[in-house]
């Protein structure tokens, strides 16, 4: 059942930028002019801009910039009945905290956004920038109850949908580098996280998290990432709506998730995969453990490994590795 906040908000959405009147607001919800003055004014504490006018009722100006639960859950286009979402201001890293409360007995599905993370990783236990300034960093718990070997290509088969996504939403044309960089031009602005618990035969339970490069300005990056980093904001030149950006990526997320357990993806996986890969045909260096292994990109096999021909033609698949596309072609 929607909050008074939900549907207070709802108004204000669906007016755009025109007027919500407050007594039509207090009978909908079945409460005084004053209570309704209220939602605003905690609104407004909450980061909303938010216009009086005599005798015209409200009028938003602008949204918050930061994520804000009830503004990300109102402009939800797909939402399981079972989902719940939370918003945090900081938390260590949103895959830990999803994995903790997974751990506590939570219900899932579920998804933790965090404004701020002060030990976020990324793949191989790098870290993950993340200060407050725009950016995504969410997590998504789930419980798939299917054997580990399914699910090879799950982080694939997300990079692909977000890929999708932000194809459609923006003017941008996103590229996912094996196995888990969204990339911009060679530049990434996002990153992937999947982890799993295991039983003996089955997940016990999945945590999948992105780091979506939104809004931060090149000047936020340490130095060593300016070069490398990149965000949406800097590639189409304006600032993004966090929360309504948020909310669509968190709804792809969610049926392309489902769209996974019932595994008629499969189609449109390698779709995606022609239109959103960025390594097919080029000279690599894949870095396994310690060894490094240069070829050609063939493509990926069904459970998402990396298939590379080395310079004696061999085919050499890989599981795990570090990418490095190279400038010349392998000797
Ligand atoms: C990578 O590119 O190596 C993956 C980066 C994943 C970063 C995200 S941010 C949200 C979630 N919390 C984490 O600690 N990591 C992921």
Not at 96 to 118: C, H, K, N, S, W
Not at 135 to 142: E, K, P
Not at 160 to 179: D, F, H, R, V
Not at 300 to 319: E, H, P, S, Y
């Amino acid at each position: 059942m929607p909050s008074p906040e939900h549907t207070v908000i709802r108004a204000l959405l669906a007016r755009q930028t025109g007027w919500v009147s407050g007594g039509d607001l207090a009978k909908k919800l079945g409460v005084s002019r004053v209570a309704v003055w209220q939602y605003f004014e905690k609104l407004r504490a909450a980061g909303f801009v938010i216009e009086t006018g005599h005798a015209r009722g409200y009028r938003l100006v602008s949204a918050p910039p930061h994520a804000h639960a009830t503004l990300i859950e109102t402009q939800l286009k797909i939402r399981p009945r079972d989902f719940t979402l939370t918003v945090l201001d900081e938390t260590d890293s949103t895959n830990d905290e999803a994995a903790r409360q997974l751990a506590a007995g939570r219900a899932a599905p579920f998804a933790i956004v965090a404004r701020r993370q002060t030990k976020a990783r990324g793949r191989l236990g790098r870290p993950w920038h993340s200060p407050a300034n725009g950016n995504l960093y969410v997590s998504f718990a789930f419980r798939p109850q299917l054997e580990p070997a399914r699910m090879t290509p799950f982080t694939l088969w997300m990079g692909l949908n977000l890929c999708e996504l932000i194809a459609n939403a923006t003017p941008l044309k996103p590229g996912l580098k094996w196995p888990n960089d969204l990339l911009f031009d060679g530049r990434k602005a996002g990153g992937l996280l999947t982890e799993a618990r295991v039983d003996a035969d089955q997940i016990r339970d999945l945590v999948f998290g992105l780091g979506l490069n939104l809004n931060s300005l090149a000047a936020d990056w340490p130095d060593d990432l300016g070069q490398r980093a990149v965000s949406l904001a800097e590639l189409t030149g304006h600032t993004l709506d966090f929360n309504r950006l948020t909310a669509a990526v968190i709804g792809r997320v969610l049926l392309a998730y489902q769209r996974f357990l019932d595994g008629d993806y499969t189609k449109t996986f390698a779709e995606l995969w022609h239109r959103y890969d960025v390594l097919r045909g080029r000279a690599v260096t894949v870095l396994e453990g310690t060894h490094r292994h240069p070829g050609t990109v063939l493509g990926v096999d069904d459970d998402g490994a990396l298939l590379i021909k080395n310079a004696r033609g061999r085919t050499q698949r890989f599981r795990a590795g570090e990418v490095t596309i190279e400038k010349t072609p392998p000797a």
